[in-house]
C-alpha cells in the first residue's frame, strides 16, 4: 500500500522568505502522480500544485515550486516570498493510474511571521 | 459556478442518531467521494463513485452509507452515530478517478456526544 509521510508536523517563516516543506512517500508504482493541497483556516481544500512521475522536470506554479527526487521518493513544497496569506496546513497527497483515491499525509501547518 | 457545495456546515448529534450530509457539485464531474479529517491525521477516504450509478468502498466505510443521486449529489448516511464518527467531513468532485484534481467543498464538522 502506498503511504505518505510529512515529517513537520509545523513550521514557521519570516514574511517575505523562503521555506521548503518536506514529503516522502512509498510505492511501488512508476507511473503516479503528485500534489500539494492547501487548507487555510476556512477549511477549504485547494490544489497548490501537481506533480506527474514521468516527467523530470519539476512543477512551479508562480511562487511555489517542487522539488521532485523520484528516486528518493521524496517531493518537498518550496514556498517563495512568503506572504500572509500562505499560513495554512499543507498537505501532500499520492494517487497513480488505476487508483481511485488520494492517499494523504499528515499535514504541515505554515505560519507566516509578519 | 458554486463548485462543490455541502451541508450542513455544523452538526451536533446524541449517540445512536442518524443523520444525512448532502453533497452537490455544478461542473459537470463524473466523480464524488467523501473524506473525514481527523487532528494529526490526513484526509482518510470512506465512500467514492466513480461514475453515476456506482459506489464504492474507501479506507473507512465502516459506520456509513452513501448514495449517488444523480451525476451532481453524493450524500453520506450514518445510521447510528457514535462518539469515533466526531469528524470533520468533506465531500469531493473530479472528472474522472485516478490523476485528476480533486476539488473539495467547505466541509461539516460533526460533532457525536
Sequence with gaps: ?114 | NAGVTQTPKFQVLKTGQSMTLQCAQDMNHNSMYWYRQDPGMGLRLIYYSASEGTTDKGEVPNGYNVSRLNKREFSLRLESAAPSQTSVYFCASSLWTGPNEQFFGPGTRLTVL
Design chain 1, 1 to 114: 500500500a502506498q503511504t505518505v509521510t510529512q515529517s513537520q508536523p509545523e513550521m514557521s517563516v519570516q514574511e517575505a522568505e523562503t521555506v521548503t516543506l518536506s514529503c516522502t512517500y512509498d510505492t511501488s508504482e512508476s507511473d503516479y502522480y503528485l500534489f500539494w493541497y492547501k487548507q487555510p483556516p476556512s477549511r477549504q481544500m485547494i490544489l497548490v500544485i501537481r506533480q506527474e512521475a514521468y516527467k523530470q522536470q519539476n512543477a512551479t506554479e508562480n511562487r511555489f515550486s517542487v522539488n521532485f527526487q523520484k528516486a528518493a521518493k521524496s517531493f518537498s513544497l518550496k514556498i517563495s516570498d512568503s506572504q500572509l496569506g500562505d499560513a495554512a496546513m499543507y498537505f501532500c497527497a499520492y494517487t497513480n493510474f488505476g487508483n481511485e483515491k488520494l492517499t494523504f499525509g499528515t499535514g504541515t501547518r505554515l505560519t507566516i511571521i509578519p
